[in-house]
Each structure stands twice: as structure tokens, then as C-alpha cells.
């Protein structure tokens, strides 16, 4: 029988499991740095950063290479020591309550060797949950349907170093997962996935906030990835947090509100344009791309068109994606330092 529920383990999840108290904080960092030393001298990655993450959100850590995406998620696991600062998961110290703050969270942390790859996919659920205090009678049910949900259960017992690179990170989402914890951090989980591969980890991502009330964690250098599925995105550059707003408003902030794209059928030769606009043929079609000083402009130009037998196809306002925001804030960033 299939399971109808292959993310929560057996069953529907629990209203509790899915009910969170109202501006409930599953992860908390506050004051967090790390210096580690190099034959080249100190290298700050994580300065004085803060986050507060509500239970239930997906959200992400962007930044560029060497920003401190990795440090931070590591520091937030407990795997690397502060040199200042604490970490808090669903109120748990993370110093001062590792055990407690650890039974909290499952992570996939950039790279392949999440799992253990002599053992099969199911002796390596045994072993993660088993690791989490779980026993082994209760682990079973739940790694079968995760098994199951991920297309691994007919072959859960080859060893998982025969498995290619997308099924090895869906073991590795498994594993996080088995032990049914509310919070996930997810670092870089769909690099060098196939799009078939990359598609379920990214539908997963999704459930796990949506249908089952967890809280993600997830740093990508993926744009569309995080624009398609995070609630909040933070922005991390050498360091620091420059940027911390839900998706829309971080869109919102950066939009060029006057400016327009007009798609016509065919092909406009000689088309006269008001200043600032531009035209691109697109296959069997012009786009006409400008800024709008005067709405009055704006209306003319689609008047023009009319008046020229140019079937009008489309007119939108142009939306930034999250590449030209975060581009935007880096040079904002650049000019402050």
C-alpha cells in the first residue's frame, strides 16, 4: 500500500505538529561571528549577523561564493563553534541545550557525502534516525514512506555510492527528514541535480512548509529556486546580512515603476518610438521596452501602433527578478564600504 502521507512519516501530521503559536521563532541567531586564521591572516566570515526565522516559513540565505552562507549554516547546526553570539532552534541554546536543540533540525548540507555510501539507502534511515534517539521499530514505517515518496524504496537495499548523484541527494533529503524534525536546512540542495532530480527536491522543499508546517532554512545560488519557493529571503554579503524582507517587498522595493513592455505582432520596421524606448524582434513578433515619464506617452505610443495596423499583443509593467535585486544591493553595498 502507498503511503498518503511520505514527508510527516506515518499518517496525516498532527494539528500540533502543524500549529505554531503566532510570531513563533524557529530559528534564532543572534551577534553571530566567526574568524578563522589563515596563512594570510584573519578571514571574517560571519559578522555580528542576526536572523529570526517564523516557524513554518521557507526562507532563504543568498549571497555570492566566500559571503558566509555555508559558515553561517554551520554555525547554526552547531558543527562550527562562535567566536561570539548565540543560536537559538525553537528556543533551544544550541551551546548550552545541544541535545535538545539537535533532536529540532535535519539538515542536507552542500556535497555529496550527506550519507554514508557503503550502506544501502535503508541501513543508512536506520542509522540517521537511530542517531536521533529514535528506535528501530519507529523508524521503520517512517523510512519506508519516505522511500517510497522518493522512488528509492526497490532499491533501498544497493549501497548508496552505486546510486547516481540525484538519487544519493534524495537519500540524503531522506535522512534529514526521518526523524520528522520541524526545522531543515538545506545548503545548496539542488546543485548538480538534473532538472528531473532538482524539480522533486525543489516540490519537497515546498511541502514541507505548506502541507507539514516546517520550518526551511535553504541557501541556493539558484535565483529562480529561491524566488519560486521562499516566503523571506536575507541577503548575506562578507558577512553581514544586507538585506532582510519578505519575497514581494524585496521585489517591491526594486521595481522600475514606469517602466513598460509592449509586445505587437509582426515585425515593426522604421517604427518611430518615444524617447527612451527601445524595439527587439522576437520570432514573429517586436517588444518595445521604455521608461515612462508621462502616462500620456504611454498612451500614444499604443495609439501609434493602432493606428499603424500592428496587432497589439500585450502591455505590462516590467518586473524585476531577484538577480537585478540582489545585483542592485550589492552595488548599493559596494558604495557604502
Known amino acids: ?44 566570515a560571519v559578522d555580528s549577523l542576526d536572523l529570526s526565522i517564523p516557524a513554518g516559513q521557507v526562507f ?28 537559538r532552534l525553537n528556543g533551544y541554546d544550541v551551546a548550552r541545550a545541544r541535545g535538545q536543540a539537535m533532536r529540532q533540525v535535519g539538515a542536507v548540507l552542500e556535497g ?15 542509522y540517521f534516525g537511530r542517531l536521533k534517539g529514535m528506535s528501530t521499530a519507529s523508524i521503520r514505517p517512517r523510512a519506508e514512506y519516505l522511500l517510497r515518496a522518493l522512488g528509492l524504496w526497490e532499491r533501498r537495499h544497493e549501497t548508496v555510492g552505486g546510486y547516481s548523484r540525484g538519487m544519493q541527494q534524495k537519500v540524503a533529503v531522506a535522512a534529514a527528514l526521518v526523524a520528522d524534525p ?3 536546512l538545506f545548503d545548496e540542495p539542488t546543485l548538480g541535480l538534473d532538472v528531473e532530480a532538482a524539480r522533486t527536491v525543489k516540490d519537497w522543499i515546498a511541502r514541507l512548509a505548506q502541507e507539514h508546517g516546517k520550518t526551511v532554512l535553504l541557501t541556493t545560488h539558484q535565483l529562480d529556486v529561491a524566488e519560486e519557493l521562499c516566503h523571506r529571503i536575507a541577503i548575506i554579503r562578507q558577512g553581514k546580512i544586507v ?5 514581494s517587498d524585496l521585489l517591491a522595493r526594486f521595481r522600475p515603476q514606469d517602466m513598460y513592455q509592449i509586445t505587437i505582432r509582426g515585425r515593426a520596421v522604421g517604427l518611430e518610438l ?64
Request: net charge negative; hydrophobic share 40%; charged share 20%.
Open 243 to 247: 538585506a532582510d524582507l519578505p519575497v
Open 60 to 87: 532563504g540565505l543568498l549571497g555570492p561564493n566566500g559571503a558566509g552562507k555555508t559558515t553561517t549554516i554551520k554555525l547554526l547546526l552547531g558543527l562550527v563553534t562562535p567566536d561570539e553570539g548565540r543560536v
Open 182 to 184: 520541524s526545522i531543515v
Open 274 to 337: 518615444p524617447p527612451g524606448f527601445q524595439a527587439r524582434a522576437e520570432d514573429s513578433s517586436t517588444v518595445i521596452v521604455g521608461r515612462v515619464e508621462d502616462p500620456l506617452h504611454l498612451y500614444k505610443l499604443i495609439d501609434g501602433l493602432r493606428d499603424g495596423g500592428l496587432p497589439l499583443l500585450s502591455v505590462s509593467q516590467v518586473q524585476p527578478d531577484l538577480e537585478e535585486v540582489i545585483l542592485d544591493l550589492f552595488k548599493g553595498a559596494a558604495h557604502d564600504d
Open 112 to 126: 555529496s557525502r550527506n550519507v554514508y555510501w557503503t550502506l544501502s539507502a535503508w541501513q543508512n534511515l536506520i
Open 1 to 44: 500500500m502507498k503511503p498518503s502521507s511520505p514527508i510527516a512519516g506515518v499518517g496525516q501530521p498532527s494539528a500540533a505538529r502543524l500549529a505554531h503559536p503566532p510570531e513563533s521563532i524557529a530559528v534564532e541567531a543572534e551577534g553571530l561571528s566567526k574568524t578563522f586564521h589563515s596563512l594570510n591572516g584573519p578571514i571574517r
